[in-house]
C-alpha cells in the first residue's frame, strides 16, 4: 500500500515538473525574455500559411488535384487557419501573452489570410468582381496606416469587437464560397450561379468590413487625433527652428 502511495507521489511530483516546463515553454518558447510568445509565433505561422490558399485555387491542376476534391481541400486550409486565428487569442489570454506586438501582428494576420482568399477567388470558377477585394484593401490599409501612426507616438489601438466579427464573417464568406464548389464541382449548379451567390455573399461581407471600419475610426478617433496632432506640432516646432 505504501509503495503504491510513493508511485502516486512521484507520478504528481513528475507531472508537476512537466507542467511547470511546459508553461515556461509557452511563456518564452525561443528561452529567456523575448516577445515571440507561443501565440506570436502562431500568428506569424498564419500569415506565412495564408498565400498557400491561393496557390492551391490557382494552381491546382499543376498540383495534380482534381477539380472534384480541391473544395474540400480548400475548406481544410480554411478551417485550419480560422482555428489558428482563434488559438493565437487563447493562448493569449491564457497565459498572460497579450503584447503590444501581437495586437499590431493579429489583425494583419487576418488581413493577409482574407486578402489572400478573395484575391484568389476573382479567378474562375468563382470570379469574384475585383472591386469587393479593393473594398477589403481600402479599408484595411487605411486602418493599418492608422495604428501604424498611433504605435509611433507611444498608442497602441486594439481591435475592436466589430472587426473581429468582421474577421469572423470574412472566414464564414471563405467558406461559404469554398462549400459552393462542391455542388459546382459534380454539375449540380451552373458556373453562373457559382458566381451570382458567391458575389452577394462577399459583397454583403465587404460593406461590413467598411462599416467596422468607419465604426473603428469613430471609438478610436481621441487616440488618432492626439497622435496627429502632436506629430505637426513638433513639425512647426522644427520649421521654426531651422
Request: proline content about 4%; aromatic content about 10%; hydrophobic content about 50%.
Amino acid at each position: 500500500m505504501r509503495d503504491m502511495e510513493i508511485g502516486i507521489q512521484r507520478v504528481s511530483c513528475a507531472q508537476r515538473g512537466l507542467d511547470r516546463r511546459l508553461e515556461k515553454i509557452v511563456a518564452h518558447p525561443l528561452g529567456g525574455a523575448t516577445i515571440l510568445t507561443l501565440a506570436n509565433i502562431t500568428t506569424l505561422i498564419r500569415i506565412f500559411v495564408s498565400p498557400i490558399f491561393l496557390f492551391i485555387y490557382l494552381e491546382y491542376e499543376v498540383l495534380g488535384i482534381s477539380y472534384t476534391v480541391l473544395p474540400y481541400l480548400l475548406l481544410f486550409f480554411l478551417i485550419a487557419l480560422e482555428l489558428s486565428d482563434a488559438l493565437d487569442g487563447y493562448l493569449a489570454r491564457k497565459y498572460d501573452q497579450v503584447t503590444d506586438l501581437g495586437k499590431l501582428l493579429d489583425p494583419m494576420a487576418d488581413s493577409i489570410y482574407h486578402i489572400s482568399v478573395f484575391l484568389a477567388f476573382t479567378q474562375p470558377p468563382v470570379s469574384l468582381p475585383l472591386v469587393i477585394v479593393f473594398l477589403f484593401i481600402y479599408r484595411d490599409s487605411v486602418i493599418s496606416t492608422l495604428r501604424t501612426v498611433c504605435a509611433l507616438r507611444g498608442v497602441t489601438l486594439a481591435a475592436r469587437p466589430s472587426g473581429k466579427l468582421k474577421a469572423a464573417c470574412q472566414g464564414l464568406s471563405g467558406i461559404a464560397i469554398s462549400a459552393l464548389l462542391i455542388p459546382h464541382s459534380v454539375g449540380s449548379i451552373t458556373t453562373q450561379t457559382l458566381t451570382q451567390i458567391s458575389t452577394w455573399i462577399a459583397l454583403a461581407t465587404a460593406l461590413y468590413a467598411l462599416y467596422s471600419g468607419a465604426e473603428y475610426l469613430v471609438a478610436n478617433f481621441r487616440y488618432v487625433r492626439r497622435s496627429i496632432i502632436r506629430k505637426k506640432r513638433e513639425s512647426t516646432f522644427e520649421s521654426v527652428a531651422s
